[in-house]
């Protein structure tokens, strides 16, 4: 797929703790990124903004179980989507993002967390603004 020029590659953390979490526990999802809030999977809100933005020209969405968000309903059209790619994540975060940053993809990136439900298209912009 062909960026436009001034297009940014979100990657979207939506990993796991070693353990489990207590609020996928308590929701009965296998993670925190499946977890609803306002009837919705925090991860589908924050994609759906990340999508939406048209400075945002891709979104990789790095889990280590990327099948349940694959197999969620409300999440399962991240799998299909053209501009997003469901990565399966390494063996931590800064790994992860040293990894898709060697493959020589992406950049630049702007990094954001499943749980960041409240995320905004002003927010991006801000971000954006102040860095390309």
Do not use: Y
Request: aromatic share 2%.
């Amino acid at each position: 797929m062909s960026l436009p020029q001034n297009a940014v590659t979100a990657v979207l953390l939506a990993g796991s703790r070693p353990g489990g979490d207590p609020m996928a526990q308590a929701a009965g999802v296998p993670t925190k990124a499946l977890v609803p809030v306002q009837g919705r999977a925090m991860v589908d809100h924050v994609a759906a903004t990340l999508q939406a933005h048209p400075r945002i020209g891709r979104v990789v969405v790095l889990a280590q179980d990327v099948s349940a968000i694959a197999a969620h309903p409300q999440t399962a059209w991240m799998g299909q989507a053209e501009d997003m790619e469901l990565r399966v994540s390494g063996s931590g975060i800064s790994q992860s993002l040293l990894d898709l940053i060697d493959s020589g993809e992406a950049l630049p990136l702007l990094v954001t967390t499943a749980d960041n439900v409240l995320l905004t298209a002003a927010m991006i912009d801000d971000f954006l603004g102040g860095v390309v």
